[in-house]
């Protein structure tokens, strides 16, 4: 089984984990747990009117 990944470990190749291990974890840039409740709706709001969008444009007569 090989151990391949998309990313760089250094000129060496290096791992600083074991190799059946899985990778530490990283912080995310983005979290829901981070955000306010004002920004929970708002993308609430946005990704459900662009779901509505699809519909729309799907239902649309030919």
């Known amino acids: 089984m090989t151990?391949?990944?998309?990313?760089?470990?250094?000129?060496a190749g290096a791992h600083h984990h074991?190799?059946?291990?899985?990778?530490?974890?990283q912080r995310a840039t983005v979290s829901l747990l981070r955000m306010t409740l004002a920004e929970r709706l708002g993308l609430a709001i946005?990704?459900?009117?662009?779901l509505w969008g699809l519909v729309w444009l799907a239902m649309r007569p030919a």
Request: hydrophobic fraction near 35%.
């Open 3 to 11: 151990h391949s990944h998309a990313h760089s470990h250094g000129a």
């Open 18 to 25: 074991a190799p059946e291990a899985p990778h530490p974890a």
């Open 46 to 50: 946005l990704l459900s009117a662009g």
